[in-house]
């Protein structure tokens, strides 16, 4: 079974960046996919983030122009750098992977996010 630790969340202030990070326990360079989502609370998780085995990229659109996803495949990490925070952008961050068609439905313990005004 594949494992993902998601690390880097914090508390900082509007305008503030930070950068997230994920570890796969497996090359991620075997899954069509990988992700970011986030739940704010009281919401249902939403994708943020995507990039594909083929390096293309896609965002949500609240986030695009502020946060970028990368990746490391000799590391098996995807990173989430994330400028400009707004409250908005308060919530739990995961990653995820797709193998194929579908995102998994394992999920990791999430990093935590905080954006005060």
């Known amino acids: 079974q594949v494992r993902l630790m998601e690390s880097g969340g914090g508390l900082v202030q509007t305008g503030e960046s930070l950068r997230l990070s994920c570890t796969a326990s497996t090359p991620i360079d075997t899954f069509a996919a990988m992700g ?3 739940q704010a609370p009281g919401k249902q998780r939403e994708i943020v983030a995507v990039i594909t085995r ?20 000799a590391k098996n990490t995807v990173d989430l750098q ?11 961050y995961y990653c995820n992977y797709r193998p194929v068609a579908d995102w998994s439905d394992s999920w990791g ?3 935590r996010v905080t954006v005060s005004t």
């Open 109 to 111: 313990q999430g990093t």
């Open 36 to 38: 970011w989502f986030r």
């Open 82 to 92: 994330m400028d400009n925070l707004a409250p908005g952008d308060t919530a739990i």
């Open 54 to 73: 083929g390096g293309f990229t896609s965002y949500v659109d609240v986030v695009k122009g502020r946060f970028t996803i990368s990746r490391d495949t």
